[in-house]
């Protein structure tokens, strides 16, 4: 599966965003989609996942409250509505699929990754 993010830009602290992620190829259904983050200097980072249906979704505790996750099978595209940006949340921001069947927040069990887009928020 090809994986495309986009969304990303400049936003003040406070402000908001939403990011999509298009997938084409195999089933969207089939996989299970995160999001994570790498801000520079540092490693990438779990955000949020969300299982193939949207019944199950976890949440990084750092984000918790503030970003939401949520996918339309339809049309093969999961989001990332974040709301009440940090300069902390500055980072590339990439969209990944997982075919187990339980999300998870681990990187390694990714298979397929898309190329990222940058989040700055400007404090």
């Known amino acids: 599966v090809q994986l495309q993010a986009c969304g990303g830009g400049l936003v003040q602290a406070g402000g908001s965003m939403r990011l999509s992620c298009a997938a084409s190829g195999r089933t969207f259904s089939s996989y299970a989609m995160g999001w994570f983050r790498q801000a520079p200097g540092k490693e990438r980072e779990f955000v949020s996942v969300i299982s193939r249906g949207g019944s199950t979704i976890y949440y990084a505790d750092s984000v918790k409250g503030r970003f939401t996750i949520s996918r339309d099978n339809a049309k093969n595209t999961v989001y990332l509505q974040m709301n009440s940006l940090k300069p902390d949340d500055t980072a590339l921001y990439y969209c990944?699929?997982?075919?187990?069947?339980?999300?998870?927040?681990?990187?390694?069990?990714?298979?397929?990754w898309g190329q990222g887009t940058l989040v700055t928020v400007s404090s």
């Open positions: 990944a699929a997982d075919d187990t069947t339980i999300p998870s927040r681990l990187r390694v069990v990714y298979d397929y």
